[in-house]
């Protein structure tokens, strides 16, 4: 059964910038994964960020911007604010209708 | 604005059955595909399942398949979920979340109700 993989945490300064992987258990993730990325705050319900690689919802800063960086897909935050500071997660679009959810990365800003 | 309101959640024994529905509003719901999407406590996400907008097409993670039902009326911009022979590790807030295209939710999820919590145990 495939696996998508993330950091389970990841620790950024305030103002600094953070890239948190999305990555497969086996093979490399490209486009046609179709990734997207959501955010997760405590008691709330995921917000999306980032869809089809590397398009952005509608609403989100560009501070947040998606990619594919080697054999992962890519979340990057630039100027990283303590309102950040949440759970992300990716999914991968596996085909035959059928969506797969990496466990999170639990982000800190300190 | 897009809304989507899930209920139907509850306590059930192992091996019982439980509805949720999710009612939306605010956009053309026939022509979205849309999924359920849970969340065991303190776990990260899981996708359960997804319905294409025509309805007809549906899927299923593994974990629930033979189990669980999605359909979907598009004449009462509602979605639903049948589960069935429930377990305990069907314990979780069930989300209702939209697609951005018909077909499949290849796209991602776009808006996300707040969930209805399921618990199944003894």
């Known amino acids: 059964q495939t696996v998508v993989t993330q950091e389970p945490s990841f620790s950024v300064s305030p103002g600094g910038t953070v890239t948190l992987t999305c990555g497969l258990s086996?093979?490399?993730?490209?486009?046609?994964?179709?990734p997207s990325w959501y955010q997760q705050t405590p008691g709330q319900a995921p917000r999306a960020l980032i869809y089809?690689?590397?398009t952005r919802s509608f609403g989100v800063p560009d501070r947040f911007s998606g990619s594919i960086l080697g054999n992962k897909a890519a979340l990057t935050i630039t100027g990283a604010q303590a309102d950040d500071e949440c759970d992300y997660y990716c999914?991968?679009?596996?085909?035959?209708?059928?969506?797969?959810f990496g466990g999170g990365t639990k982000l800190t800003v300190l | 604005e897009v809304q989507l309101v899930e209920s139907g959640g509850g306590l059930a024994q192992p091996g019982g059955s439980l509805r949720l529905s999710c009612a939306a509003s605010?956009?053309?719901?026939?022509?979205?595909?849309m999924s359920w999407v849970r969340q065991a406590p303190g776990k990260g996400l899981e996708w359960v399942s997804a319905i294409r907008g025509s309805a007809g097409s549906t899927y299923y993670a593994d974990s629930v398949k033979g189990r669980f039902t999605i359909s979907r009326d598009n004449s009462k911009n509602t979605l639903y979920l049948q589960m069935n022979s429930l377990r305990a590790e069907d314990t979780a807030l069930y989300y209702c979340?939209?697609?951005?295209?018909?077909?499949?939710?290849?796209?991602?999820?776009?808006?996300w109700g707040q969930g209805t919590l399921v618990t199944v145990s003894s």
């Open positions: 605010g956009f053309m719901f026939s022509h979205y595909a």
């Open positions: 979340a939209k697609g951005r295209i018909s077909e499949t939710t290849r796209e991602g999820f776009e808006h």
């Open positions: 999914v991968l679009y596996m085909g035959s209708g059928i969506s797969v």
């Open positions: 086996s093979g490399s993730v490209s486009s046609s994964y179709f």
């Open positions: 089809s690689t590397n």
